[in-house]
């Protein structure tokens, strides 16, 4: 038991959102015990603007991102950007405890003028000593006809 016990802090500690987690066992009865399990985790929603000129050319950035959204550990980040070599759109999302599982799972989008990317992530990880499976792919996809027609404008 006390093996499992420090395995779960270890895993609780694991999650960038948590900066502190304990286990405290917590008599009963006679026969049964009770855990206590305290954290503290960080929640944070970063949105953030930039304007810049350089050169005679315009860009601006936009991003929004959150980290632990509504205490679930989930990410989302949500992005747009303008300058002189492209436009673009990005969104990201990321479940390390899908459905209420120990299945990750992440999902990327990037638009630009000069391409774009998709991704997508499905794994189960080692979370504890005696897991018997883990596993996982991750696809990406990448529009190659975007890619280079960007490489060629680039070379004129």
């Not at 006390?2 to 960038?16: F, K, P, S």
């Not at 350089?54 to 205490?71: E, F, H, M, P, Y």
């Not at 599982?101 to 774009?116: F, I």
Request: proline fraction near 4%.
């Amino acid at each position: 038991m006390h093996r499992v016990v420090q395995e779960t802090e270890r895993v609780l500690r694991g999650n960038d959102y948590l900066y502190d987690a304990w286990i405290r066992p917590c008599p009963f009865d006679g026969k049964t015990v009770d855990l206590e399990v305290r954290t503290r985790d960080t929640w944070t929603l970063n949105p953030g603007i930039n304007f810049s000129r350089q050169g005679g050319a315009n860009s601006c950035v936009s991003r929004t991102r959150g980290k632990n959204l509504l205490g679930n550990g989930q990410r989302l980040s949500f992005g747009w950007s303008n300058d002189v070599d492209r436009t673009s759109l990005d969104f990201e999302f990321f479940d390390p405890h899908f459905h209420s599982t120990w299945t990750r799972l992440g999902v990327a989008y990037s638009d630009a003028d000069d391409g774009s990317t998709k991704a997508i992530r499905v794994d189960r990880p080692f979370f504890a000593l005696d897991t018997k499976r883990a596993g996982g792919v991750y696809l990406y996809d990448l529009d190659p006809q975007r890619a280079a027609l960007r490489i060629r404008r680039q070379r004129r």
